[in-house]
C-alpha cells in the first residue's frame, strides 16, 4: 500500500459558489468589535474568543435550523464550510457551545450596561431577534 501526501487547505475545500462566501463578501460584521468593547478586559482573564466569531456563530445556528449551542458546536466541528466561515482552520476547536451559552444568556447587569446580542442581531437587519433565540434582559 502507498501513502499520498496532499497539501490541503480549508481554503481549497470551500466550494466557491457556496452561500456562505457571499454571506462573508456581503456582511461587514467590523461593527462588533466596537459594540462590544465594553464587555472585554484587555487586562485580565483569559485570552477571549472573537466576538466576530460569537456573532457567526449564533448566525449560522439560525440561518441553518440548528436549535441549540451544543448542536451547532457539533456541526461546525464537521461542516468544513461553517469551518471557513467562522475562521478556523482544519484542526482548530470549535468554540464551546457552554461558553457561547454564557455570552448569550450574559449577566443581568451587562445586558442593562452594554450592547446585547438582541441589538448586534437588530443592527445586522434581523429584527425579530428575541425569535432566534437572543433573549436579554426583559426591559429590552
Not at 464537521?78 to 476547536?93: P, Q, S, V
Not at 433565540?133 to 426583559?138: D, E, Q, T
Request: include cysteine.
Amino acid at each position: 500500500m502507498q501513502l499520498a501526501m496532499h497539501m490541503v487547505t480549508i481554503e481549497d475545500l470551500m466550494p466557491r459558489e457556496h452561500f456562505l462566501r457571499k454571506l462573508e463578501a456581503a456582511l461587514d460584521l467590523s461593527f462588533v468589535y466596537e459594540e462590544t468593547a465594553p464587555l472585554y478586559s484587555k487586562k485580565y482573564g483569559r485570552p477571549a474568543i472573537d466576538p466576530v466569531v460569537i456573532v457567526k456563530y449564533l448566525l449560522v445556528g439560525f440561518l441553518y435550523g440548528i436549535p441549540s449551542e451544543r448542536q451547532i458546536e457539533q456541526r461546525i466541528q464537521t461542516d468544513i464550510a461553517l469551518r471557513w466561515y467562522l475562521g478556523l482552520g482544519l484542526f482548530d476547536r470549535a468554540p464551546d457551545h457552554s461558553i457561547v451559552s454564557q455570552m448569550k444568556m450574559g449577566s443581568r447587569m451587562m445586558l442593562m450596561t452594554a450592547p446585547t446580542s438582541v441589538e448586534i442581531m437588530a443592527n445586522l437587519g434581523f429584527p425579530s431577534a428575541r425569535m432566534m433565540g437572543f433573549m436579554a434582559c426583559p426591559n429590552i
